[in-house]
């Protein structure tokens, strides 16, 4: 953003009136929803550089409008068009005050930093941050909440909590990194025509970070079938999946994959669940497996042909055991999805990532961190990137924003989900779900997505399903099994509101 702003100033946009334009929608804004009537008192925190200046172009109006606002600025120096707006915001009777003896505000307006904001806070900044967070009223930040690292979204010792951050022109990357969650509160972006030759310039023509969103999502899936396809076409998935002590991972993933559409569902369990999983899901082939003492895969049968499969998934409750099925799996020819277990055992041989053809790894954080123990996760983004680079494969990292990468350094972002997700067994509803769809995306369709596409499609539709249930049952009610179940209406809610 600071490179795309120094190209709109440098042709000759005059700053005051790009700050006088963005700052009018704020304020627009800010009047919608706290109106006059229910809050009548504002505290305004203003900082030293452009985002201070907003905030003082905001209280200007607010004042007009018959706000009682009071300012609060804790700094001496500022950047010389937010001491201009200071200056006519003291001649129009606006008490500025430096620090914290705040007084009864129904709602607090935060301008103390947005995008130039790297240092950690400390002082009576600190202080004052932390006694308008205690006050309980709401606040609205301008760009960022005040103490979010930007790009990181790491709290800088202490941040404002905003009940709602309007975010202005282009979203930064803190919005989707999960440290800055707590602070964001509600947040919308307040655009402000910023011409696109301006952000190709800088950004290229597909930025590196995007925001997956339901255009992006509904396209990638295998929502049209040709009309005389056969079974085959859409899609020949194996799982390799379960063990006596989690025979429920192998339901759970073959659930979702019921939920992708795939045209022919193989699940290779041992064989002593092939009953369970046959009663559970009648549709699919349940190839039993030999199994050890303790009730885990101990070999796929020898008649069994990989080859054959358009996508194999391999993982959810395999146990650490079947460490020889795995390193078989991986040496085939065909997109593997690795999850779970899967991943717990890969993490000890690297090396067998090296392969031809498409991988998907889906870990959480403690996976992750298994997986690539050298890649900080302070910053998510950069490092679901840095692991797709490393591992040539593509990376999903779970989480409450889930990040996708692909090892050409493309991030895709899940913007909205629910904590209601985290629970256990979700992730095998996910892992079945992509899988699924990746086999069809095998299949007879010429102009089939590609990978990573249908890996963020698979990770949107499960957090929209998520939040769709949690209308409905409250978060306590979204269980992997019915979260599995409600994919398919809840991609029908998904398409109808989306249409048009
Ligand atoms: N293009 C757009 O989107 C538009 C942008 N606009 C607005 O401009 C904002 C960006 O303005 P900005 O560049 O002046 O930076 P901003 O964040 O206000 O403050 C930086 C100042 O804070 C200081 N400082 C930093 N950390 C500190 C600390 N811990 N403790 C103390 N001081 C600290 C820092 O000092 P320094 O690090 O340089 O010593 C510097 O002086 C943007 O967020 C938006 O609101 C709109 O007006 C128009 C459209
Ligand atoms: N706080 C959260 N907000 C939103 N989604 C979450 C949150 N925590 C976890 N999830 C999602 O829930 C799923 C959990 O997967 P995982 O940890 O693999 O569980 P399991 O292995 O038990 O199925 C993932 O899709 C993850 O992104
Ligand atoms: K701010």
Known sequence: MQAIEARIFAADMPVAALMEKVALQIAAQFQVRYPLVDYPQVGVLVGPGHNGGDALVVARELHFRGYGVQVYCPFERLKDLTQSHLRYATTLGIPVQPHCALADCDVWLDGLFGFGQSRNITGTVAQLIDAVNATGAPIISIDLPSGIQPDTGQVLGTAIRATVTLCLGLWKQAFFQEAALPALGESTLVDFDIPAADITAVMGSRPLVQRVDHRWALAALPLQRPLTVHKYQMGNLLLVCGSTRYAGAAILAGLG??????????????AALKPLLNQQLPEALIIPCSATATGEIQALPASLDLAAYSTIGCGCGLTQGPQAVVEQV???????VLDADGLNIVAAHPAWLSRAATTVLTPHVGEFRRLFPAIDLADRLAAVR???LQSRTIVLLKGARVAIAAPSGQVGVIPESTPALARGGSGDVLTGLLAGLLAQSHGADPVASSPIEIVQAAA???AQTGR????DRTQLGVDAETLAIALIPALKQLIVANSG
């Open 257 to 270: 994959a019921r939920a992708s559409g795939v045209g022919m569902l193989s699940i290779a369990v041992p």
């Open 386 to 388: 840095a692991a797709a």
């Open 330 to 336: 991986l040496a085939q020819g065909q997109t593997v």
């Open 460 to 462: 949107w539709w499960h």
């Open 468 to 471: 769709s249930l949690v209308v």
